[in-house]
């Protein structure tokens, strides 16, 4: 159905709550929603002018069907909301990857032991506290007992390293208790540590009476540096104290949730207290979307019952979603205790809402600064070009062969600018049986534009924004007419020229050749781009040529013809593997017979051993191209 079709259909809905199923062409679930009044949240969607953010735009123009589940009212709507997503995971709705993991505090067991935060637990001899289900909170119990204690953080190893070097930086500014300057005592050293371990499995509670009283030894004993040392451990304890107030919650279980936008992404944060004090924090990044509203209404449910997540006595939010009430009894019942739903309006459980919203933006913040350079130069390459907008995904092509008329091509895409690893593709030529370039790159890209009708799966079911083609005029132009009267005619395709000593000078489109010298961004983007996609189309006509160069060699003995072969590599790897092998190893392979086998073993005599590297492709660096050759 079109969209118009859609939208007439929408307006047949009654104003009852329920949940919309919206489904594509191939009848695959898309989006799962829910709605007080179906007719109206339903209409929005496909009613012609109606703005909405890239995300949902991208959703309509998949949409092809819809169906509704009538609820007999929004709190039924709401669960029968999350057990569909649950159920079928569309990909436009919010699908929260899983971060639970286990975190320990380890110990070294050495004369001067060392704290770090880990993320295994190894069969080290080490001491390991834990485990912990917050990666965030371990990181900071282990930082806030460092800087206590002063303990150090240098890659120096102790007692080796004692007296080499002047201390760090961390020395001079009071965060270490310079062991390296062999001023500090292993006595005072290991107290320390104890101290810090101490701080990590019990808290602040009874270790600042302790420290006091080992201080109070110390200067009796007319320990004086050592009463100094505990001193400042004791200050640094009460000054942590005091700056946690900051991040304590009055309220013993409570999750605080805020939600920021910046350009085309929203952020959610969420700072989790348990018995009043911060012990972890979230994040999640949703792109293409700034509808924050819509985004908190759905994210709520979705994180705290679609995907298991421990549901707290208490959640502030910085904003009440438009289903609050109902959330609120369905969060009490899953819970099986009452559970507050609330927006703070004052006191230190608003400032919390606002260290959220302030988590939130610094993350967006830290992205859009990551990926600032990569859209300045797309931006730069899309006006260099004349392209409408920045590409989003860019796919190379380049022709390799040999001597023998046999030709293979090489695929690799770039999205947002990087290297798109498991979307790389590779081709053997099915209608080219000579050396021509223009024929090979036209049937390459023939294949792929038909694998994008089809709807392939991965990759090929992806419409590229620019097409870069390895060669000049000609190559261009052979795409090009292969391209003519397909889905992807209308995809910019462009070539790209080298010089006289194999570097990239520029870019041939309709309007002629475009010289990159000028332009020091795209110039080193389109070098990389092509040099990237001949590396990977020549590593695969060279493991080819190697492999036929292994066939060749077994090949040699009588009786033994390509599918035999083919058959033993296939098994054995290697050549050296196969002159290894028993005759009844051999004759045990599927497709080999016992004469084969025989005449293997005469032909190669006694058995050596296997001196060879395996002869298989080497695709570890590319773990989805599973079926990478077409």
């Known amino acids: 159905m079109t969209t118009l079709e859609l939208w007439e259909k929408a307006k047949l809905l009654p104003l009852l709550p329920g949940v919309y199923i919206i489904r594509d062409k191939s009848n695959e679930i ?19 002018g109606v703005p909405h953010d890239a995300k949902v735009t991208k959703m309509i123009s998949h949409a092809f069907e819809f169906d509704v589940i009538v609820t007999q009212s929004e709190f039924e709507a709401l669960v029968l909301e999350c057990s569909q997503i649950k159920q079928h995971q569309p990909k436009y709705n919010i699908l929260l990857k899983d971060d639970k993991g286990y975190s320990y505090v380890r110990v070294t067991k050495e004369e001067w032991p060392r704290l770090s935060a880990v993320l295994q637990k190894e069969e080290d001899g080490a001491e390991y506290i834990g485990p912990y289900t917050s990666s965030f909170a371990v990181r900071e119990m282990v930082e806030t007992a460092m800087d206590v204690f002063r303990l150090p953080r240098c890659n120096r190893r102790f007692p080796q390293d004692i007296g080499k070097g002047r201390p760090c930086l961390n020395a001079h500014i009071g965060k270490c208790m310079a062991v390296c300057s062999g001023k500090i005592k292993n006595e005072d050293y290991r107290d320390a540590v104890a101290s810090a371990v101490h701080l990590i499995r019990r808290g602040q509670g009874d270790i600042i009476a302790m420290l006091r009283e ?34 304590r919650s009055d309220i013993d279980e409570q999750d605080v949730i805020a939600f920021a936008g910046l350009g085309t992404a ?20 949703f792109r293409d979307t700034q509808d924050i509203a819509a985004l908190r209404e759905e994210f709520l449910p979705r994180y705290y019952l679609a995907d298991g997540e421990e549901i707290p006595k208490t959640v502030a939010v910085d904003e009440l979603p438009e289903a609050a009430e109902e959330l609120e009894r369905l969060f009490s019942e899953t819970k099986g205790v009452k559970v507050r739903l609330w927006k703070p309006v004052r006191g230190d459980n608003e ?9 939130a933006l610094e993350r967006l913040a830290r992205d859009a600064g990551k990926k600032t350079r990569a859209e300045r ?7 260099l070009l004349g392209l409408p907008a920045a590409p989003h995904v860019i796919e190379s092509y380049d022709i390799s062969n040999w001597g023998d008329g046999t030709s293979v091509a090489g695929m690799v895409v770039f999205e947002d600018g990087k290297p798109k690893k498991a979307g790389y593709r590779r081709f053997k030529m099915q209608t080219v049986y000579v050396n021509d370039d223009y024929a090979s790159m036209a049937e390459t890209l023939r294949r792929r534009a038909a694998e994008y009708e089809k709807g392939a799966p991965g990759q090929f079911g992806v419409k590229p924004d620019l097409l870069l083609i390895d060669g000049g005029k000609g190559q261009r132009s052979a795409v090009v007419e ?17 010089d006289d000593k194999h570097r990239t000078r520029g870019l041939v489109g309709e309007a002629g050749e475009l010289t990159l010298a000028m332009h020091r961004g795209p110039f080193t ?19 080819l040529q190697k492999g036929r160069a292994y066939a060749s060699t077994l090949q040699s003995v009588p009786g033994v013809g390509p599918a035999t072969a083919k058959a033993l590599l296939a098994h054995f790897k290697t050549v050296g593997a196969v002159k290894a092998a028993s005759e009844d190893e051999l004759a045990a392979v599927k497709g080999v017979s016992r004469r084969a086998a025989k005449a293997l073993r005469e032909a190669f005599g006694t058995p050596e051993l296997d001196t060879e590297q395996p002869m298989r492709d080497n695709v ?11």
């Open 620 to 630: 570890s660096e590319y773990p989805s191209d599973k079926e990478e050759t077409i």
């Open 30 to 48: 898309i989006y799962v929603g829910k709605a007080k009044r179906l007719r109206t949240r339903v209409s929005q969607y496909f009613r012609p």
């Open 482 to 498: 292969a391209l003519r009267g397909t889905k992807l005619a209308d995809v910019p395709v462009f070539g790209m020229v080298k």
């Open 525 to 543: 983007f389109i070098t990389e781009i092509q040099d990237e996609t001949h590396r990977w189309a020549n590593d695969y006509r060279k493991r």
């Open 377 to 383: 130069l797309l931006e730069e390459t899309a006006h």
């Open 266 to 285: 929203t952020c959610a944060a969420i700072l989790r207290f348990r018995g009043g004090r911060l012990v972890d924090k979230k994040e999640f990044v």
């Open 214 to 247: 080992k201080m109070e030894t110390a200067a009796e004993n007319l320990e004086f540096e050592r009463a100094a040392l505990i001193r400042d451990q004791i200050a640094a304890i009460e000054k942590v104290s005091r700056g946690q107030k900051v991040v």
């Open 351 to 359: 400032k919390l809402v606002e260290m959220a919203r302030t988590n």
